[in-house]
């Protein structure tokens, strides 16, 4: 397990195999994270959490680069994978390498969905609006409004989500520097965060182009109250006919950005997870 470059350890059991986690941990998010809820386990599992910051950004990035990049280390450690977890968009990749593992392992993982929801331009917008409103402390309520303005511009106009994240960088770019000047950042902080952002809108509007639908009808989903959230969100699109999203929702009586570190998921998922155990042994 040593030497992986877009996976890293949270957490280390005492038996072979590993749960895998996908998410984009990002410094300073509000959300809770896999780092949290591993550490709510009463028995300890070995957990791989992607790094996605360590993805390329070329823009013509295939969903296959995205999950061969993270599928090929796992095929390297050849460990058995007991299951496959995602946080938000996460869902969509974790369903893309549950099917590949489970073409050459003899048991398909499980598949553990956290609020999961599928790439979406109002999804990539949102993101958007929130990273501007970070920069609040530097930027004046004008500059904020009228980047946020710009962006939900963008999202009304393009359909496709690789020209509206090319869009919405150009609007980052613009209001970033002003933001770094006033900062004083140096060159290499700028370009770092400058390509977590990137990073960032690939990640989503890659996402797009994946449909988990098969795998999701399979997985086990953990879905929190907040209406604009997972599963509650897809719900709003459906009035009156709720389609089956899922194989198996809990609801958990807790806010989007505190379900990973609600003691009654860590609780649940660790059954999940011993339940299986016995398959990989």
């Known amino acids: ?125 949102w993101q958007f609006h929130k990273v501007v409103g970070t920069m609040d402390a530097v930027l004046t309520p004008a500059e904020v409004a009228e980047a946020q303005e710009a962006g939900a511009e963008a999202e009304r106009k393009h359909t496709d989500l690789q020209e509206l994240g090319a869009e919405l960088l150009t609007i980052f770019d613009r209001f970033g520097v002003i933001a770094f000047d006033r900062l004083g950042l140096d060159d290499q902080r700028r370009a770092e965060l400058t390509e977590t952002y990137r990073c960032f809108v690939s990640y989503l509007a890659t996402a797009e182009r994946i449909d988990p639908t098969g795998v999701w009808r399979n997985a086990t989903a953990f879905s929190s109250t907040t209406p604009t959230s997972g599963l509650n969100a897809a719900r709003d699109a459906y009035p009156g006919a709720e389609p089956r999203f899922v194989g198996n929702e809990h609801r958990i009586a807790t806010e989007h950005r505190d379900l990973l570190s609600n003691g009654s998921v860590a609780d649940t998922l660790a059954r999940l997870l011993q339940d299986r155990a016995p398959e990989l042994d």
């Open 1 to 125: 397990m040593n030497h992986l470059k877009t996976w890293r350890e949270i957490s280390r059991g005492n038996t072979d195999d590993v749960v895998l986690a996908v998410d984009f941990d990002a410094t300073g998010r509000s959300e809770a994270r896999f780092s949290d809820l591993v550490k709510n386990l009463k028995n300890a599992v070995t957990c791989w959490e992607t790094l996605p910051q360590s993805l390329i950004t070329e823009p013509d990035l295939t969903p296959d680069d995205f999950v061969e990049q993270w599928m090929g280390e796992v095929r390297s450690h050849g460990r058995p994978i007991r299951a496959v977890m995602g946080f938000c968009v996460g869902g969509v990749y974790a369903a893309a390498l549950a099917e590949r593992i489970g073409e050459w392992q003899e048991e398909m993982p499980l598949v553990i969905l956290f609020d999961p929801e599928k790439a979406s331009g109002i999804t990539l917008y």
